[in-house]
Structure formats: structure tokens, C-alpha cells
């Protein structure tokens, strides 16, 4: 689940009423959305990405230079190294070992806000939590022989994006939608005294003393899509749904029977097409 009631609220502004529609009723449709929606057939929601960057080292540092992240500076010293302080080796590529052996180790407060992986003669930082947060952490240096990846982490990105960024997500936001709508109906009856909660179709006509008016429902609805009709973002949701796997448009490679490499999957047999057990 990576859609948020905040990225679900900017993509569907008419839900940013948060009497009408709190961001705990999104979560619970959320949660009920994630136990029905088969990923096997939509695909993965999206992921968020971690941000990265580097240092690469082409001479020795000397003594009192520093590696600085987000703020902690690791100083590099001639020997008798104490805390966040590195010993120069006898080479290169001795000294970066010592460099990752300090940071590895550390529980600064900062430097546990990376992950370390020697590359060569440098070192590979990655964000410790995946999204754009990690955007934000510092890299500095004052070693004549190194080069930063550039003054900060760069790359990451959170899960939930607006607009959504996969079909899962698409889907899993047109499913909140049409619930929450339905769940504001049973609000509604119960706050003027109606029993919430009972189940009504699509109203086909009305009559208003000598007036009435009527609707095309087969025109508006979909075909067999049974209560998802009852809303605009249900309807949205089952046109979507019954897309997921239906041809060359849909091409994840998921499906409940194995992975194809990558090939469209024509469907799962019977209905509704699109959910399997």
C-alpha cells in the first residue's frame, strides 16, 4: 500500500473535506483495498527509491582533512585514531578501508543516516530510509584528492506520488474513492435517523407530482459491474479492472499462473476477469 491520504487528497480534491472524509476512513479503505486487489494481476504498487551518491578518492588524504556528512565531519589523521578519526595507511586503498571501518561502525547520530559500500578507492553512500528525504543529507570534503558524487544525496523518491505512478496505484485510489462515497451515503441516513447501510441500486426514475424523470442506466453503467455502478469512481475502477491483463496495453508479466518475461498475459479464466483466489 503506497497511496496516502495526503497524495490520495491531491489527486481527488473533492475528497479534501476531512469532516466529511477523515484521513482514517482513506486508511481503512486503503488497508481493505490492499487485501483485495490482487497484485498478481495489477502489478506492484510503486516503490520508493533510495537516494545515493559517493566519494572517490585519487590520492591520500592528509592529516586534518575531513569527510563531512550531513554534518559530521570523519577527520582523517597521521595515526592514533580516536572516535570519528581515520588513520592514513600505507596506501590508498588501506586508508579507505579504515575510512569504511569508522563508518560502518559509528552511532553518530548523523552517520547512521547511511549506508556504506566501498567502491575501488571510494565509498558508496546510500540513504539508510528509502523516499525524498534522503534527498536532503550533505556530502562535504575538504581531501584535495577526493570528488563528491555532488553536495547532497540525489535519486530518492517516495512510494506514494501524485499523480500515481503504477496501475496498482491508480486503481487502489479510484477503489477509495468509490467507498468513501458509498460510506458518506451511510453516514448521511444514519445522521437523519435512517438505518445505515442498506443497500440500494441505481434510481432509474422519479416523479415529483405531475413531473418525472428518468435515466439511461445501461448508457451510464457498466455492464456486470454489479455495485461498482454505483458511483462514477467505481465505474472507473471496473473499466480499469477489467483491463488488467487483458492484452498487449497491459504487459507486467504478473500473473497468478507464473511470469511470462515480461509478455502480456491474456487474463485468468472466468469472472470477473480480473481476480483470482
Do not use: C
Not at 2 to 21: C, G, I, L, Q
Not at 181 to 199: E, H, M, R, S, W
Not at 249 to 255: A, N, V
Request: net charge negative; hydrophobic share 45%; charged share 10%.
Amino acid at each position: 500500500m503506497t497511496v496516502t491520504p495526503a497524495s490520495f487528497r491531491a489527486d481527488w480534491p473533492e475528497f479534501n473535506d476531512v469532516a466529511s472524509y477523515p484521513d482514517a476512513a482513506i486508511n481503512f479503505w486503503l488497508a481493505y483495498g490492499a487485501k483485495f486487489q490482487n497484485q498478481a494481476v495489477w502489478g506492484p504498487p510503486a516503490a520508493a527509491a533510495f537516494a545515493t551518491g559517493g566519494v572517490a578518492f585519487t590520492a591520500q588524504p592528509s592529516a586534518g582533512q575531513t569527510l563531512t556528512l550531513n554534518g559530521s565531519a570523519v577527520q582523517f589523521v597521521a595515526s592514533g585514531a580516536v572516535g570519528l578519526q581515520v588513520n592514513i595507511g600505507a596506501s590508498l586503498p588501506v586508508t579507505v578501508a579504515s575510512l569504511m571501518a569508522v563508518l560502518t561502525a559509528s552511532l553518530d547520530v548523523q552517520l547512521v543516516k547511511f549506508k556504506y559500500v566501498q567502491a575501488g578507492n571510494g565509498v558508496t553512500f546510500t540513504a539508510a530510509t528509502a523516499g525524498t528525504a534522503g534527498n536532503a543529507l550533505t556530502l562535504a570534503t575538504t581531501v584535495t584528492g577526493a570528488a563528491l558524487t555532488g553536495a547532497t544525496l540525489a535519486g530518492g523518491t517516495d512510494a506514494a506520488n501524485s499523480p500515481p505512478a503504477t496501475e496498482y496505484d491508480i486503481g487502489m485510489e479510484l477503489l477509495v474513492a468509490h467507498y468513501l462515497v458509498l460510506n458518506k451515503k451511510q453516514i448521511d441516513a444514519a445522521a437523519a435517523g435512517a438505518p445505515p447501510g442498506v443497500a440500494a441500486g441505481v434510481v432509474a426514475s422519479k416523479a415529483v407530482g405531475p413531473a418525472s424523470t428518468s435515466f439511461d442506466t445501461q448508457l451510464a453503467g457498466e455492464p456486470g459491474a454489479g455495485h461498482w455502478n454505483l458511483t462514477t469512481y467505481g465505474q472507473r475502477y471496473y473499466r480499469l479492472a477489467d483491463m488488467m491483463g487483458s492484452g498487449p496495453q497491459m504487459s507486467f508479466g504478473y500473473s497468478p499462473y507464473g511470469t511470462y518475461g515480461g509478455a502480456a498475459w491474456s487474463g485468468p479464466p472466468g469472472w470477473p476477469g480480473w481476480f483470482y483466489w
